[in-house]
């Protein structure tokens, strides 16, 4: 360590690789994550799972990062799971329990990443959003739905049951009807159905699709770091706190973001009437 590094933000080498089927670039302060497997619709196997997880994992302690944007290739986001492939594999048969034994470190392991790493992390979808692709949709703190998008929850028409924190995440941000409609019935819902019932936050025609989804991710890449950190993780902890415990962890967000630099910078931005300039720190 240097002399003039601070021992409190430690230098970190960017660690978490692109693998195959999925694209990892640190964009400025931008982690720009992209599933890469266009003839399969984007379906998520083994291996881009856990490059998916060790990606979000260091980005939440990363300095550099301020935003984490998780988008697919081509005509769709995600078609689910590869459990084609795994079924199609060949070999004996897995033994009772290995699915039970395996998700708490695949899936079951991202969503709650997704979700309690305090660094934002925006979700651009389009094209077919099912399975564990609608999981992240409903997961991420801000996603926009090019109009094509078609969400799809296909559990009960395969046979089986939904996986991903979907039967917590749907009721809680579409109501229990809705939530019933899409994981019994199987109902798919477009884009415009989407924002309507709050599954996600925004839609955007192709033309405007990608600017759409530039001025979500430069807000937050450019916004409040500390402040924006903190005001997700109340957020996430609010939903299981009673309020005294959540007053509490308001007075110890308040504590924290008001002793940082951009806390001065905004203020000083109000005082002379112009935007602030904020730093991340």
């Known amino acids: 360590m240097s002399a003039d590094t601070d021992p409190g933000q430690p230098e970190q080498a960017w660690a978490a690789r692109s693998v195959p089927g999925l694209d990892v670039a640190l964009d400025g302060s931008a982690l720009r994550l992209t599933l890469d497997r266009p003839t399969k619709r984007n379906a998520i196997n083994d291996v881009m799972m856990a490059g998916l997880i ?54 079951h392991r991202l969503i709650p990443l997704i979700r309690e790493t305090q660094t934002p992390v925006v979700c651009a979808v389009q094209g077919w959003t099912t399975g564990i692709g609608l999981a992240l949709a409903v997961a991420a703190d801000v996603t926009i739905a090019a109009s094509d998008t078609r969400f799809w929850a296909p559990f009960s028409e395969r046979g089986f049951t939904p996986d991903s924190g979907l039967t917590w995440l749907l009721p809680r941000r579409i109501g229990e009807v809705r939530a019933r409609r899409m994981l019994l019935l199987g109902e798919r819902v477009d884009a415009a159905t989407a924002v309507d019932w709050g599954l996600v936050h925004g839609t955007a025609s192709a033309d405007e699709f990608e600017a759409t989804l530039d001025d979500v991710v430069g807000r937050l ?15 996430h902890a609010g939903a299981s706190n009673t309020l005294d415990e959540h007053l509490r962890n308001e007075a110890f967000g308040m504590e924290l973001s008001s002793r940082s630099e951009d806390f001065r910078e905004g203020l000083a931005a109000f005082a002379t009437k112009r935007s602030p300039d904020f730093r991340g720190r």
């Open 221 to 235: 890449a450019t916004g409040p770091t500390v402040g924006l950190g903190l005001t997700k993780w109340l957020l």
């Open 54 to 107: 060790a990606a979000v994992e260091q980005a939440g302690t990363d300095e550099a990062v301020r935003v984490i944007v998780l988008r697919g290739g081509g005509a769709n986001f995600c078609g689910g799971a590869d459990i084609v492939a795994r079924n199609a594999a060949g070999g004996a048969r897995p033994r009772a329990g290995s699915i039970q034994r395996r998700l708490p470190y695949q899936a």
